[in-house]
């Protein structure tokens, strides 16, 4: 086979791989009402249940990142898959709420995935594509929105009892599958004589940081509503769990599959101009989903009347499109920094910005059923994240936006001012 039929049958099972990890990643957004009510957990102890398999997936991916580096991208892969097994089969006998916890961080292993297969698909690629290609692969996102077309219809048919079991049989198949078709270019690896310490050295670089913080908002927030989006729409609006389930998709789906697109329009304008104006659109989106359910009531000269304020079902579905579409493609803008900045070191900063994301998607569920729990408000997760883009937006202008002649630079952030 030659090289580009190579590189297009990595990029295709790597992408199938991934979707698949996302898959098993975001398994509690479904399967943790159920548990929530047979638990009879709070709005905190949900957060932290769903929040588990992410901490792990956060925290591995600079170790796997920096192994995709040095070993592969196809045996660290296949490795870190067929890990995960054992621990989505058991979480069907789990019976306690620290066994779901404890479970919950061997499944998030999965989470790690994009660390791998991010500089493994990116090496087989020239500079001019390599946005286009991992946001391709980026699109396997699309897998939160496949676990809630599949894991539902499991619930409702089965018991939830069937959905780890399912997972833990479709992820064994995808184990095999990626082995049989994916490839490995000893060229792709860094230099043996590269130390884990040397690799870590771009943490003084003040621009990894930054990209840090963008994309703890456009993946960490999309992870975490990934998660939080179900159960919202069955306690704000009343709808049962396919329902649900179906309507949260409309932000999973395109959070996912657009991530290409994205991948395209950073390789055409640059990364610079596509964040700038996703974070923009973020923040208006996010303004109008943080309004929470209000009556107004004010003197009239007929007497007092009163006004309903509050966005309803289908309002507040089509602004969860329009965030998961600009946060597809901010994932896939923010990589294309990275692509930029750190053409031999993509393992190690992709790994650094994964692990903030991944915090990001960790964190922010604990922080919504916290504040759920403190103001009542379930809008007051939209609140939260809100004020995360205006920390970012003020960043960006700061560091970049100053130094570009017009808003639509394709100025290389290696350009701007840090």
């Not at 049989?169 to 270019?185: K, N, R």
């Not at 359910?293 to 499109?321: C, E, R, S, W």
């Not at 896939?332 to 991944?358: C, P």
């Amino acid at each position: 086979m030659t090289k580009k039929g190579q590189a297009l049958a990595v990029l295709i099972v790597s992408t199938i791989a991934f979707t698949v990890c996302f898959m098993v990643w975001m398994m509690f957004a479904v399967i943790g009402i159920p548990i929530k009510k047979a638990l009879d957990l709070n709005s905190t102890q949900f957060g932290l249940l769903m929040a588990m398999p992410v901490l792990t997936g956060s925290l591995v991916r600079v170790p796997l990142g920096i192994w995709t580096d040095k070993f592969g991208g196809r045996i660290v892969f296949a490795v870190l898959m067929a890990c995960t097994v054992p621990a989505i089969w058991l979480m069907a006998y789990a019976t306690a709420y620290w066994h779901y916890l404890v479970i919950g961080l061997f499944v998030g292993l999965a989470g790690g995935s994009f660390s791998v297969g991010t500089p493994y698909v990116a090496r087989w690629f020239p500079r001019n594509q390599q946005g286009f290609a991992m946001g391709i692969f980026g699109m396997g996102n699309a897998g939160a929105a496949v676990n809630k077309f599949v894991a539902p219809a499991l619930v409702v048919g089965f018991g939830w009892t069937m959905v780890p079991q399912v997972y833990a049989g479709i992820m064994l198949g995808t184990v095999i599958l990626f082995w049989l078709f994916s490839h490995s270019d000893p060229e792709h690896h860094a230099a043996k004589q590269v130390s884990f310490m040397n690799q870590l050295k771009s943490l003084k670089d003040p621009k990894v940081f930054k990209y840090c913080q963008y994309y703890s908002i456009v993946f960490g927030g999309y992870v975490a509503l990934s998660l939080w989006m179900v159960q919202y729409y069955v306690g704000e609006f009343g709808l049962d769990i396919r329902t649900a389930a179906l309507l949260a998709a409309c932000f999973s789906l395109p959070g996912g599959i657009l991530r290409a697109v994205g991948g395209w329009l950073s390789d055409k304008y640059g990364a610079h101009a596509m964040t700038w104006w996703v974070l923009w659109v973020s923040w208006v989106c996010l303004f109008l989903l943080s309004y929470p359910q209000t009556d107004l009531t004010i003197a009239t000269t007929a007497g007092p009347k009163t006004f309903h304020i509050g966005l309803n079902v289908y309002m507040f579905t089509i602004l969860m499109f329009t965030l998961g579409v600009a946060w597809a493609f901010g994932k896939a803008s923010v990589f294309k920094y990275i692509s930029d900045d750190y053409t031999h070191n993509i393992g190690a900063i992709s790994g650094i910005v994964g692990l903030a994301g991944g915090m990001g998607g960790f964190l922010l569920p604990i922080m919504f059923g916290a504040l759920m729990d403190l103001t009542g408000m379930r809008s007051s997760a939209f609140m939260l994240l809100y004020g995360i883009v205006w920390v970012s937006l003020i960043w960006m202008y700061w560091t970049e936006v100053r130094g570009s002649e017009y808003l639509g630079n394709k100025a290389s952030p290696s350009n701007a001012q840090n």
